[in-house]
């Protein structure tokens, strides 16, 4: 008998894993073309340097009002993690890129299952070095938000920073 429940939970929570990752054909508000820009890279748009000097570079993001989006590392290894890619171009380079602790939430289609998240502003912490001159970072951030029903398709949006050697 405890077998029979043990499967049957595991079931359910196959079944309300993968909806929480995906929208069927019925989209919610959430899915709208009004909440498209879910995630938003907020700065910095352009930073000076020091030349050849490693140097500690704040990447501000904000996630969209009543949305979150998995942490870089979440739990359950289904799940869509928040990942950064950035490409330097000659002249600069990215030493290190560090991603914040996610907060662990729970959603009331299943309180004991805790989600590792982020929600509102988070930071990524980078070092850049940079040789004297005018230089472009640019990159992709990609995520997959999510409201308390259910989750949109994942999406990538641009990070382009505009980098001065001095």
């Known amino acids: 008998m405890n077998r029979f429940f043990i499967c049957l939970s595991g079931v359910l929570l196959c079944g309300l894993s993968a909806q929480a990752q995906f929208i069927g054909k019925g989209m919610s508000q959430a899915a709208t073309p009004e909440k498209?820009?879910?995630?938003?890279?907020?700065?910095?748009?352009?930073?000076?340097?020091?030349?050849?000097r490693p140097a500690a570079v704040a990447l501000h993001f904000r996630v969209g009002a009543g949305l979150h989006i998995n942490s870089h590392a979440p739990h359950d290894t289904f799940l869509i993690p928040t990942i950064l890619t950035l490409t330097a171009s000659k002249g600069?380079?990215?030493?290190?890129?560090?991603y914040p602790e996610g907060n662990d939430v729970a959603l009331p289609i299943d309180p004991?299952?805790?989600?590792?998240?982020?929600?509102?502003?988070?930071?990524?912490?980078?070092?850049?070095?940079?040789?004297?001159?005018?230089?472009?970072?640019?990159?992709?951030l990609r995520y997959q938000a999510c409201d308390q029903r259910e989750c949109m398709p994942p999406r990538t949006i641009p990070v382009e920073i505009g980098v001065l050697g001095k």
């Open 36 to 52: 498209a820009q879910t995630v938003a890279f907020v700065s910095p748009e352009q930073i000076t340097l020091q030349a050849g």
């Open 112 to 140: 004991k299952n805790k989600l590792n998240v982020y929600t509102g502003e988070f930071i990524l912490d980078a070092k850049f070095v940079a040789e004297a001159g005018e230089h472009r970072v640019e990159g992709k």
């Open 92 to 98: 600069v380079r990215v030493t290190d890129l560090r």
